[in-house]
Nanobody, 125 residues
Framework: QLQLVESGGGLVQPGGSLRLSCTASGFSLSPYAIGWFRQAPGKEREWVSCISVSGDRINYTDSVKGRFTISRDKAKNTGYLQMNSLKPEDAATYYC??????????????????WGQGTQVTVSS
């Protein structure tokens, strides 16, 4: 079964950090770009960040620039999202996804073929 599994979510205080992981099962992530998306209750899903197949091209939505870092480890078949200086408005369910489309200039969710089940991030004091 081909699937992505996210982990690393949880409850954190404002200003805290979390690292999300996205591990592929049943297929190799190597030929895929990876994207992270989030959806807060009552809001539409939004793109957060994406990383190219080689890992040398990265894009972030403006609200997370300078706080979040996306990366990938092909040997571990895993992608990561390091989230620092978390704010209450970052609270959401975070999803990772994979696409064979190589560009990361834009990262529309419609391009992504594989999706994880999501991991909850709560930012509260």
């Amino acid at each position: 079964q081909l699937q992505l599994v996210e982990s690393g979510g949880g409850l954190v205080q404002p200003g805290g950090s979390l690292r999300l992981s996205c591990t592929a099962s049943g297929f190799s992530l190597s030929p895929y770009a990876i994207g992270w998306f989030r959806q807060a209750p009552g809001k539409e899903r939004e793109w957060v960040s994406c990383i190219s197949v080689s890992g040398d091209r990265i894009n972030y939505t403006d609200s997370v620039k300078g706080r979040f870092t996306i990366s990938r480890d092909k040997a571990k078949n895993t992608g990561y999202l390091q989230m620092n200086s978390l704010k209450p408005e970052d609270a959401a369910t975070y999803y990772c996804a994979a696409t064979p489309v190589g560009t990361v200039t834009v990262c529309p969710s419609a391009w992504y073929n594989y999706w994880g089940q999501g991991t909850q991030v709560t930012v509260s004091s």
